[in-house]
C-alpha cells in the first residue's frame, strides 16, 4: 500500500537553528508532494509543492524542500528558524495525479527564543 | 474572504447519536474531501467526491457515509456514533483542473463522543 513516512515526531530547536525535516514515500510511479503546516488553531496551510520540474522546491515563509526520486524522499529544510515557525508540519502525496492525498503522521516543531 | 467553512468548530454527542458534520466551499470547486486527524496518526481519507452526488471511500470509510446534493456543499455521517470516532474533521476542497495543490482546507470540528 502507498504510505508516507517522517521520521521526526518531535523536534525541539533554538531559534537560529537550521531545521531539516525527513519525508519518504512508498511508490514508484509519478507522485506530487507537499508540505503543509498547521499553527496552533489555526487551518492547515500549503507550505510548497512539487509537481514536476526543478526538484528543489523554495515555499513560502523562507522554507524550501529537494525531491530525491532515487531515495524516494522529500526533505523539508529552513536554513535559520524562528519561534514563529513553532507548528506541526505534514508531508502529503497524491499519486497518479490524482487529488487523493496521503498524509504522514507529522512533526510536532517547537522553537525555543 | 471565506473560502471553506464547516458548521461547527466543537460538537459534544452520545454513543449512538446520528451526527451530521457540514462542509461549504464557496470557490466553485468540482472536488471536496473529508479527512479525520489524529495525533500520532497524521490526517486519514475519510470519502471523497469528485461530482455532484458522486462519492468515493478513502482509506478508513468504516462508520461513515457521505452527501454531495450541491456542488458547494459535502455532509459527513456518523449514523451512529462511537466514542473511536472522537477526532478532529477536516474538509477540503480542489479544483479539478489545478488539483489538491490549489485546494483549501477548512478550520475543522473537533468530535467528542461520549
Known amino acids: 500500500a502507498q504510505s508516507v513516512s517522517q521520521h521526526n515526531h518531535h523536534v525541539i530547536l533554538s531559534e537560529a537553528a537550521s531545521l531539516e525535516l525527513g519525508c519518504n514515500y512508498s511508490y514508484g510511479g509519478t507522485v506530487n508532494l507537499f508540505w503543509y503546516v498547521q499553527y496552533p488553531g489555526q487551518h492547515l496551510q500549503l507550505l510548497l509543492k512539487?509537481?514536476?520540474?526543478?526538484?528543489l522546491v523554495k515555499g513560502i515563509k523562507g522554507f524550501e524542500a529537494e525531491f530525491i526520486k532515487s531515495k524516494f524522499s522529500f526533505n523539508l529544510r529552513k536554513p535559520s528558524v524562528q519561534w514563529s515557525d513553532t507548528a506541526e508540519y505534514f508531508c502529503a502525496v497524491s499519486f497518479h495525479n490524482t487529488d487523493k492525498l496521503i498524509f504522514g503522521t507529522g512533526t510536532r516543531l517547537q522553537v525555543f527564543p | 474572504d471565506v473560502k471553506v467553512t464547516q458548521s461547527s468548530r466543537y460538537l459534544v454527542k452520545r454513543t449512538g447519536e446520528k451526527v451530521f458534520l457540514e462542509c461549504v466551499q464557496d470557490?466553485?470547486?468540482?472536488?471536496m474531501f473529508w479527512y479525520r486527524q489524529d495525533p500520532g496518526l497524521g490526517l486519514r481519507l475519510i470519502y471523497f467526491s469528485y461530482d455532484v452526488k458522486m462519492k468515493e471511500k478513502g482509506d478508513i470509510p468504516e462508520g461513515y457515509s457521505v452527501s454531495r446534493e450541491k456542488k458547494e456543499r459535502f455532509s459527513l455521517i456518523l449514523e451512529s456514533a462511537s466514542t473511536n470516532q472522537t477526532s478532529m474533521y477536516l474538509c477540503a476542497s480542489s479544483s479539478g483542473t489545478s488539483g489538491i495543490g490549489s485546494g483549501f482546507f477548512g478550520p475543522g470540528t473537533r468530535l467528542t463522543v461520549l
Open positions: 512539487y509537481f514536476s520540474g526543478d526538484p
Open positions: 470557490m466553485d470547486h468540482e472536488n
